[in-house]
Structure formats: C-alpha cells, structure tokens
C-alpha cells in the first residue's frame, strides 16, 4: 500500500463546478505538497503547507495533521484547470528529509 | 529565465549505451534532485544534494551515479542503459530542504526512451 492516497484517481466534471481532490497518508510528516502537472508535462508546486489552509486565487488547500489528510479545493473550475494534481508528503529519512508522492488525480473540465 | 534547466528534453538511445542528463539551477538553492516518473505517471526520488553532498540514495542500480560540480548543477550519467529505464527524469531544487517554506522547483523533465 502506498503510503500516500490520493482519491479520486480521475475526475471529470463541467466548467463552472467546485472541484475537492483529496490526499490521505499514512506516515509523519514534516509538510505536504500539492503539484499540477500539465499534458505537456511540467510540473508546477502549487503549495506547500503544514497546517492549516493556504489559498490562491481559485486554488484552496487544507490539511489535518491529527487526520492524515489534505484536500485541494478548486472554485469556479476552467478548462485550463486540466490536469494531473499530485499530493506528495515530506517525510524524514535518515536525518534528510524526502517527498514521498501519491498516484494523481487526473483531472479534465469540459467545457 | 528558465529556474531549473534541463538537457536534453528527449533522448533517445539504444540498450547499452551509456548517457548523461544535464541540471541547472539558478535559484541560488543548496539542494537538487533528481525525480523519476514511470509510465504510470508515478514519481519517485532517486537523488538528493545539498551544498554538493549526497544526501538521499533511494534503491537505485548503480548504474546511475549522479555528479554535482557545483550547488547550481547535478547531472545524471546513467550507464549500461536498459529498457526499464525509460522513463521522465525530473530535476527539481529548493533552498534547504529542513527549513520551513522550502518548496521545490522543477524542471521540464527529459523523456529517455531505451530501444
């Protein structure tokens, strides 16, 4: 089992709707990451947060540390939103610290 | 002003060969990375320097040894190339990652395909 669950696997939903992907780990953590990445391939951090919420623009990201989960919120969803989102969570290794990613939601908004 | 450079962004080479992946950074960071992503789209590190020391080594064959001159570079030289290894290889950095707000930049990946 992986130690990072994102759900759903893909989403596809209409322009306009409110988007929630969710993150679920299962380890401690020192702070988690949300990453898109576009068909082209590029990836981009959208967040980074330890607790609480963070927001930009349409994008809103909340994490619960008692949990172990994370959701990443898009309002007013665009075609543009399109793509593959990816939680990953930073976790101690040996003194150094790594990110340890989940699967990615694909997501598609139609138009 | 590209943050996080990398050459080539395809490569294509046959089994056995012996190739070279080039990262620049010009964010001023002290830690790099290199990331692969499988056909699956699934990420995981193989690498990770900080001030020009290695400091993560996940399972990764020996056949790949990463090379840091210098804190703006580290390059991926994978020798004796074979077909699982085709993948996207990604380069990422960040100031250090132990400090709070440290996120990671990433370059545009490379796709190697081993024929």
Redesign the interface.
């Known amino acids: 089992k992986n130690e990072v669950e994102q759900s759903p696997q893909n989403l596809t939903a209409q322009e306009g709707e409110f988007i929630t992907i969710n993150c679920s780990y299962s380890v401690g953590i020192s702070a988690l990451h949300w990453l898109q990445q576009h068909p082209g391939g590029g990836i981009v951090s959208l967040f980074m947060l330890s607790s609480g919420k963070k927001k930009h623009g349409r994008l809103i990201a909340t994490i619960n540390i008692q949990e172990k989960h994370s959701s990443l919120h898009i309002t007013a969803s665009h075609p543009r939103d399109s793509a593959v989102y990816i939680c990953a969570v930073r976790v101690a290794n040996f003194g150094n610290e790594k990110l340890t990613f989940g699967t990615g939601t694909r997501l598609t908004i139609i138009p | 002003d590209t943050a996080v450079s990398q050459t080539p962004k395809y490569l294509v080479t046959q089994m056995g060969n012996d190739k070279s992946i080039k990262c620049e950074q010009n964010l001023g960071h002290d830690t790099m ?1 290199w990331y692969k992503q499988d056909s ?6 193989m690498f ?1 320097y ?1 001030n020009k020391e290695l ?2 080594n ?1 399972t990764v064959p020996n056949r790949f040894s990463p090379k840091s001159p210098d804190k703006a570079h580290l390059n991926l030289h994978i020798n004796s190339l074979e077909l699982g290894d085709s993948a ?1 290889y ?1 380069c ?1 950095s960040s100031q250090d ?2 400090r ?7 370059g ?2 490379t ?1 190697l395909t081993v024929t």
């Open positions: 990375y699956k789209k699934f990420l995981k590190i990770s900080n400091i993560i996940e996207v990604f990422a990652p132990a709070v707000g440290a996120e990671q930049y990433f545009p990946g796709r």
